[in-house]
């Protein structure tokens, strides 16, 4: 039996079923006359078959086999001719024997050696390019290893586990914080059992006092909607003692800013009108009481004989928009438009007397003889007060006597005995100065520039807002211990 060898050649005659079944890449060109069977039986291929080469042993020499019929097909002279005998054998590729197909190699033909050649050539060079690449993309990954190394740490899953828990946990606390900080407000808890509280807040010194003061105002306040009674009482400690704007108080305890300065203005009516006035914190004192209280220092000077000491205080106003009230507001000795008071305190440093309000130009002893003090004086009572009080004789028709420093007035030097008494009459002097510099010191508003609307009165009312700042401050300062023992 011969074995016949396919070899791939240049066709475009046959289908790519026919090559799949005959096992070669492409059939020879069995159409042309120049390309015939040959009685060599081996056709060559113009490129090599990628896969071994099938030997088909052919089925017999008489023109039966599969072999024959396609070189029959080539000496063909009609197309139908041609037809018939590719369709017979087509047919009979099914008869072959699976075991006539050996794994011999097939013989490569020039062109399909040099094909082969560029073949490889071109995989060698895509083998390079690859190559290349790769050592690059090492190279780019050992830098980026050796950085790695350069920042590594000891930190290990454990930990980041741990501080995304912490992180979590401490998340969580500011939202509750917010939450909470929503909801807060100054209640009588807040300040209970916290004296120090009390005093950072509102200058008072003890929850006890504070608490005495607000179930004495609370029934005469009424309950609104967005504040309690005692909240605005509170409200009004810190506008005084911390002199805070309206629109922090109103954030404070969730109001506008309007409805600060609303219930600021009534509530502090109500403690002027209502606490001061029938309380009266701010009284004249008895002879009798004021002799057995006095202090040591005032008996080895003057005896028990010291009544009260005056002194005069300014607060800075702003600047009035008239011509005239600017000259009657201004003060040569502050250099400032400001608002004068007269102020009395006992040898006790408790506060006696407060004025009313005054034009920073007006004298001192213009203010002392207009604005009722002369009538608390007693027969024998005796005053201390700063040279800028000439009142003598205005004291006299009281039958009492003023103790001022001595003054060289029409004199080059004083005598000794002058200076001495002036020495000792300012060491008792200065209590007075230390009240008005604790009433600042407390209340935080009397040392501020006042706005002008508070020069003002509300409704019928004839005292003014400044005046009724001026008193609750100096009457919640009484409630205070005393600065002389």
């Not at 040959?38 to 291929?45: C, F, G, I, M, V």
């Not at 094909?115 to 790769?134: K, R």
């Not at 105002?217 to 504040?227: A, E, H, K, M, V």
Request: glycine share 4%; with cysteine.
């Amino acid at each position: 039996m011969k074995t016949l060898k396919f070899q791939s050649v240049e066709s475009k005659s046959l289908t790519p079923s026919v090559w799949g079944l005959l096992g070669c890449a492409k059939i020879p060109h069995l159409w042309g006359s120049n390309s015939g069977c040959s009685n060599s039986s081996e056709y060559h291929t113009t490129r090599p078959l990628k896969r071994p080469a099938l030997e088909i042993n052919a089925m017999d020499t008489a023109g039966s086999g599969p072999i024959n019929r396609l070189c029959l097909l080539s000496r063909a002279g009609s197309r139908n001719q041609k037809g018939r005998v590719f369709m017979e054998s087509f047919e009979l590729l099914p008869q072959w024997d699976n075991s006539t197909i050996s794994n011999e190699e097939p013989q490569e033909s020039e062109l399909g050696r040099e094909t082969n050649q560029n073949d490889e050539e071109s995989n060698n060079f895509n083998d390079a390019e690859v190559d290349g690449q790769n050592n690059e993309n090492e190279k780019e990954t050992n830098m980026y290893n050796d950085n790695d190394k350069g920042i590594n740490t000891d930190i290990t899953i454990a930990l980041v586990n741990a501080m995304e828990s912490e992180v979590n946990r401490l998340s969580t606390a500011v939202i509750d914080a917010k939450s909470m900080l929503k909801e807060f407000t100054y209640n009588k808890h807040f300040f209970e059992n916290n004296d120090e509280r009390v005093k950072s807040y509102t200058g008072l010194p003890t929850f006890a006092i504070l608490w005495q003061l607000t179930t004495f105002l609370c029934p005469s306040l009424g309950q609104t909607t967005s504040i309690n009674p005692f909240q605005r009482v509170i409200l009004v400690l810190f506008k005084l003692k911390l002199n805070m704007p309206n629109q922090v108080l109103g954030d404070m305890f969730h109001v506008s800013s309007s409805t600060v300065s609303k219930i600021f203005l009534e509530t502090l009516d109500v403690m002027y009108f209502l606490y001061i006035n029938l309380k009266q914190l701010i009284v004249w004192p008895e002879r009798e009481n004021l002799r057995k209280t006095m202090p040591k220092e005032f008996i080895k000077v003057y005896g028990r004989r010291v009544t009260i000491i005056i002194d005069c205080f300014e607060i800075f106003i702003e600047k009035p928009s008239s011509v005239k009230s600017q000259a009657e507001t201004f003060s040569s000795y502050k250099h400032h438009n400001a608002a004068k008071y007269l102020i009395g305190v006992t040898p006790q440093a408790t506060v006696s007397f407060l004025s009313k309000g005054w034009g920073g130009r007006t004298n001192d002893k213009h203010v002392t003889e207009t604005s009722g003090f002369l009538d608390n004086l007693q027969h024998g009572d005796l005053i201390l007060a700063d040279r800028e009080f000439d009142i003598s004789e205005s004291v006299a028709l009281k039958h009492a006597e003023v103790k001022i420093p001595a003054f060289t007035k029409g004199r080059k030097q004083l005598p000794a005995s002058e200076i001495i008494a002036t020495r000792k009459l300012a060491r008792l002097r200065i209590h007075v100065e230390r009240v008005i510099g604790s009433a600042r010191n407390k209340y935080s508003i009397l040392q501020s520039t006042i706005p002008i609307t508070f020069l003002q009165s509300r409704d019928d009312d004839d005292c003014v807002i400044l005046d009724k700042i001026v008193t609750v401050c100096f009457s919640l300062l009484n409630l205070c211990p005393a600065l002389v023992k």
